[in-house]
């Protein structure tokens, strides 16, 4: 296998290190690409499943020791930075899946590079010919990890921001690191891109939950039911729950395409839609109108459940049980598939008209599942009265 280097770049905005890459007899090396992809047009979702490396009929690549550890670069991410922070955030959320899998790190490695061994992060020089981010792998004919590497590109435009603004799913000019790393770390995890559902292994940065103005990254069941079949449930793995305003829209290669949910009338027509408000697309409706209203629901934890959703209309995007509770459904959602789905409801009558008002699904409302992360519960549409 020959040598490939990503030169440095000292004036580069930021930190990286060279890579060069070099072939084993022993190893089989296969390198992941983040493609950045066009929104096909919409093909109908007729499979669920997510996607592995299979070295035989029977025995997919993982790691034999249900644990690897990945060294940070020191240059990369040095300790208390934004960037080291940001991928902490990714391990940790990766870490709570209900597998029995588990990410370590360690800090401070000053020599990085494929094919040493390690596994190893780092930042390294980009241009037009380099994908957003990559996992370089190797593993043994036996199908176990020898070694995995994680290498982000500093030609993109990334954010460690959780603000929905800055982000471009939200209308922002800045890609979210956090959702690239967690579909660059589901590849370390032993994951494949994944095209026939809504998830993270396909187009990642629209597979974000967000409430108010925070956004935020996690592995969704599609990356959650990848780590079960792999390594197997951890008994003592959590619970949790999360509905999304996003869902799958197609296919681009190897990676679903999504889009936003969307509102529909009791005819399943599209409702009329004006402008955007934080990046969302603008409903019209006519006053106490029934609406069907689509979200995405997930089961990201253990085992299945069958929580309670409170659809809620607010004066602002931060849903919260104070606002004003118009229905409520309870599906049963198991760690099988996503549930993008719609639900009658009808809005309240004597709502001002041209005030923009936001309808909001929260999924476990009623805080009857203990779960790990209720950050990821709610998500909201955009309308107004005319």
């Known amino acids: 296998m020959s040598s490939a280097g990503h030169a440095e770049d000292p004036t580069s905005t930021f930190p990286k290190s060279h890579t060069q890459i070099t072939g084993r007899n022993t190893m089989k090396k296969r390198t992941l690409l983040l493609a950045l992809g066009a929104t096909p047009a919409f093909i109908a979702q007729t499979a669920h499943g997510y996607e592995l490396e299979w070295v035989s009929d029977s025995n997919a690549v993982e790691w034999c020791s249900n644990t690897a550890n990945i060294r940070y670069s020191a240059v990369s991410f040095p300790a208390g930075s934004a960037w080291t922070n940001a991928l902490d955030d990714v391990i940790d959320i990766w870490n709570d899946n209900p597998s029995?899998?588990?990410?370590?790190?360690?800090?401070?490695?000053?020599?990085?590079?494929?094919?040493?061994?390690?596994?190893?992060?780092?930042?390294?020089?980009?241009?037009?010919?380099?994908?957003?981010?990559?996992?370089?792998?190797?593993?043994?004919?036996?199908?176990?990890?020898?070694?995995?590497?994680?290498?982000?590109?500093?030609?993109?435009?990334?954010?460690?921001?959780?603000?929905?603004?800055?982000?471009?799913?939200?209308?922002?000019?800045?890609?979210?690191?956090?959702?690239?790393?967690?579909?660059?770390?589901?590849?370390?995890?032993?994951?494949?891109?994944?095209?026939?559902?809504?998830?993270?292994?396909?187009?990642?940065?629209?597979?974000?939950?967000?409430?108010?103005?925070?956004?935020?990254?996690?592995?969704?069941?599609?990356?959650?039911?990848?780590?079960v079949g792999l390594y197997g449930t951890n008994g003592g793995a959590g619970q949790d729950v999360s509905v999304a305003a996003w869902e799958w829209s197609g296919r681009s290669g190897e990676y679903s395409t999504h889009r936003a949910t969307r509102m529909f009338d009791t005819g399943g027509s599209h409702i009329s839609r004006s402008g955007t408000v934080d990046g969302q697309r603008r409903y019209i409706v006519s006053d106490g109108q029934t609406v069907q209203v689509e979200f995405s629901y997930e089961n990201n934890g253990r085992s299945t459940q069958t929580p309670e959703v409170g659809f809620y209309v607010s004066t602002n995007n931060n849903i919260t049980t104070w606002d004003d509770l118009i229905a409520t459904r309870t599906p049963t959602i198991g760690r099988n598939s996503v549930y993008t789905r719609t639900y009658t409801v009808t809005l309240p009558s004597g709502l001002d008209t041209y005030d923009d008002y936001w309808l909001g699904a929260m999924i476990d409302h009623d805080n009857s599942i203990g779960e790990f992360n209720g950050s990821n519960n709610t998500a909201s549409l955009v309308f107004q009265v005319r």
């Not at 190893?120 to 957003?132: L, N, R």
């Not at 921001?161 to 967690?182: D, E, I, K, V």
């Not at 396909?202 to 780590?227: C, F, K, L, P």
């Open 100 to 227: 029995n899998f588990n990410f370590t790190t360690q800090m401070n490695d000053n020599n990085v590079w494929t094919g040493n061994s390690q596994n190893e992060t780092w930042f390294a020089a980009g241009d037009a010919s380099t994908p957003p981010a990559e996992c370089v792998s190797w593993w043994w004919p036996w199908g176990c990890f020898g070694e995995t590497d994680v290498i982000f590109y500093n030609d993109v435009s990334y954010t460690t921001s959780s603000n929905r603004s800055s982000l471009t799913p939200y209308g922002g000019s800045n890609r979210p690191f956090q959702t690239t790393a967690m579909h660059e770390f589901g590849h370390a995890l032993g994951l494949r891109h994944e095209n026939d559902e809504y998830n993270i292994m396909g187009q990642d940065w629209d597979h974000i939950n967000v409430n108010d103005e925070t956004a935020q990254a996690y592995y969704g069941e599609d990356g959650g039911d990848g780590a």
